[in-house]
């Protein structure tokens, strides 16, 4: 699957979730999200642009693998992920095979839907408030025309293609967390 995802800084969060509704956007639940993610010292995912995380999510769990991002754009990337019941087990897998805990996400995820669009407003820890809005296609081809469509519709909340981010939020909190050493 290819999740097509473009991400932006919300410096109103309340304001832009009225937009959101006002646009025809239903809500669709509020989620508690822990992301860890995992690195190996033999394979840089900072390096290769990949990610490697184990989600909580209330009370479930993802395994979740992202691939290098397609374009220069968006967070548009491979993604493949995997309900897990034991996310102790799974960690002590991960370990055994030479992965370590890399960093935490902590973040309140508020979901929209409207059509195709999956709207999160996020609030993370450490990092402030942000919009993310996906789609998810079979395969890349024609991503792009999506890409667009996801970037009309930013500009339909009032916000500028340039105010887009591509930079995942383990990215930022790792710059972040350098910047402070």
Known sequence: ?????????????????????AIGAAPIGIENQVDTYYNRPDRDFGKTDEALRVRAKDNKYFLTYKGPKLDKISKTRHEFEVEINDPTNMGNILSSLGFSPAVTVIKKRKNYRLGDFFISLDEVRNLGNFIEIEISVKDS?????????????????????????????????????????
């Open 141 to 181: 081809v024609n991503y792009e025309d999506k890409v667009e469509s996801i970037l009309k519709f930013i500009e339909k909340l009032g916000m500028s293609r340039e105010s887009t981010i591509r930079e995942s939020y383990l990215e930022m909190l790792l710059l972040k967390e350098n910047m402070n050493e």
């Open 1 to 21: 699957m290819i999740e097509v995802e473009v991400k932006a800084h919300v410096k109103d969060p309340r304001t832009l979730e009225r937009s959101i509704v």
